[in-house]
C-alpha cells in the first residue's frame, strides 16, 4: 500500500506535505488510545508581561499531539495578544486558560503567523473577530482548511476532537497595530510558506519570527520557497531586534536563530542539488552525510530526508528538458 492510499479522502499528497506531516507521519497508525489527552502547558517568560510556551522539538505524533511549535501570550491593559494558536481545538482553550491566568484578562486578539497546523488550528478555538491573519493565509485557511484539519486527525487523532477550521475575521496589513501600551510592527514575509507574518513589539524588543527562523531544530520546507526565505530572513536581521522567538526552539538575542537557518537552507540546497548532478536517486541523495553541526540540531535527519521528497522533484522539473521540447 502507498502512503497516499492511507491519507484522508480529497487530501492531496501536497496538501499532507503542507500539513507538516511528511509521508513517514502520514502513515503512522493512529493515534494511540492509551497517549494522555491534556496538553501541559509551560509558560517561560521571555520579557516583561510576555510568555513562550516552547513546543517539543519533534514530528508531529498522536503522543505529542502535534504540541510542536512554539506559541507566545503578551499582556496588554487592552486584553492578552496571541502570537499562534497550537495545533487543536483543546490546545487553543488551554491556551485561552492560561492566558486568563497569566494576565487576568480575556484574549484580546490571536496573530496567526501562517498556515501549519501546529500553528494555526489552535485559532478554531477563538472567535473569529479575535483572530487576525494576512490576506494570503485568510484565503488559504478557507482554500486548505479542511485538509489540514482532517491531516492532523489522521496523525494526532483524539487529540483533534472539536477542532474545525480557523476562520479569521481580521485582516494583518503590513505596518504598526497598536494594543494598549504595546506597538506591534507586522511585517508580511513569505519563504517557509507562501505568507508568512513576523510581529516586531517594539516595547518588549521581541521579534516573533514564525516558522520564518528554527534555531537547534531542523526547518520544515513542504511549502518553502528558498530565494524568498533568504530574502525574508534578510529583512528579520535588519529588524534590530532585542530577543528574537523562533517559530521552534530557544529564545535568544542576537542572531544565531537567524544565520543557523540560512545555513541549513545553503546545506539541504547544495546537497540536494548535487545528487541530481551526481544522478542519485531520491534514496540515495538522502542517504547523503550531513555536516557536523547538524549534530546540534534536532530531528535533522527527518527533515533532510523530507526536504529531499520537497525539493528534488523540483530542481528535477526546473533542469531536466521536456522529452518534447
Ligand atoms: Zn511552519
Known sequence: ????????????????????????????????????????????????????????????????????????????????????????HRYGEALEALARSLTGKPVARVFLTHLHADHSLGASAFAPETVWAGAWLQSDLKRFGNDLASGMYRVAGDWMRGTGVPAPAREAREGVEEVGERRFRLLRLAGHTAEDLCLFEERSGLLFAGDLVFLDRAPTTPDADLPRWRAALDTLAGVGHGRLVPGHGPTEAGRRGIDQTLAWLDMIDGRIA???????????????????????????????????????????GARLPLLDA
Open 1 to 88: 500500500m502507498r502512503a497516499a492510499d492511507l491519507l484522508p479522502a480529497g487530501a492531496t499528497r501536497r496538501r499532507c506535505l503542507a500539513l507538516g506531516l511528511g509521508a513517514a507521519a502520514a502513515i503512522l497508525p493512529a493515534a494511540s488510545r492509551a497517549a494522555p489527552r491534556r496538553y501541559a502547558l509551560e509558560p517561560v517568560p521571555v520579557a516583561e508581561g510576555a510568555w513562550t510556551i516552547y513546543g517539543a522539538a519533534e514530528p508531529i505524533t498522536a503522543q505529542n499531539g502535534g504540541a510542536i511549535a512554539n506559541v507566545s501570550i503578551l499582556d496588554t491593559r487592552e486584553g492578552a495578544v496571541l502570537i499562534d494558536a497550537g495545533p487543536s
Open 274 to 316: 548535487s545528487g541530481f548532478e551526481r544522478g542519485l536517486d531520491v534514496t540515495e541523495t538522502m542517504a547523503l552525510p550531513l555536516p557536523g553541526w547538524t549534530e546540534g540540531v534536532a530531528v535533522a535527519r527527518y527533515e533532510y530526508a523530507r526536504s529531499v521528497m520537497h525539493l528534488l522533484p523540483r530542481i528535477e
